[in-house]
């Protein structure tokens, strides 16, 4: 499956930002999807994750309550919909795909991933 994230950009802080992965190849709908995340001079981070039903998710702590992931299987795209965006939230953003069982989405070396989108987040 090939992953495209799109949607990314400069920003003040408190602003909003959504991104988008779009899927082709395959049907998402056999992974877990994921966001991750890397800073500059940090290692990539975990950011939030989605069953494959959608049913559930889970999130870094980090990005609680500011953060929202969604899927839409019939349109094979993940969205992050990101709020109250701060500094810290600077980074590349890269959307995953994994086969992962759900209890293992937030540490599973996920299987496919995408290009990254930059989010830059000024005070």
């Known amino acids: 499956v090939q992953l495209q994230a799109s949607g990314g950009g400069s920003v003040q802080a408190g602003v909003s930002l959504r991104l988008s992965c779009a899927a082709s190849?395959?049907?998402?709908?056999?992974?877990?999807m994921g966001w991750f995340r890397q800073a500059p001079g940090k290692e990539r981070e975990f950011v939030a994750a989605i069953s494959r039903s959608g049913a559930s998710t889970t999130y870094a702590d980090s990005v609680k309550g500011r953060f929202a992931i969604s899927r839409d299987n019939a349109k094979n795209t993940v969205n992050l919909q990101m709020n109250s965006l701060k500094p810290e939230d600077t980074a590349v953003y890269y959307c995953?795909?994994?086969?992962?069982?759900?209890?293992?989405?937030?540490?599973?070396?996920?299987?496919?991933w995408g290009q990254g989108t930059q989010v830059t987040v000024s005070s």
């Open positions: 995953a795909a994994g086969t992962t069982t759900w209890v293992d989405a937030r540490t599973y070396e996920y299987d496919y």
């Open positions: 190849g395959r049907s998402i709908s056999s992974y877990v």
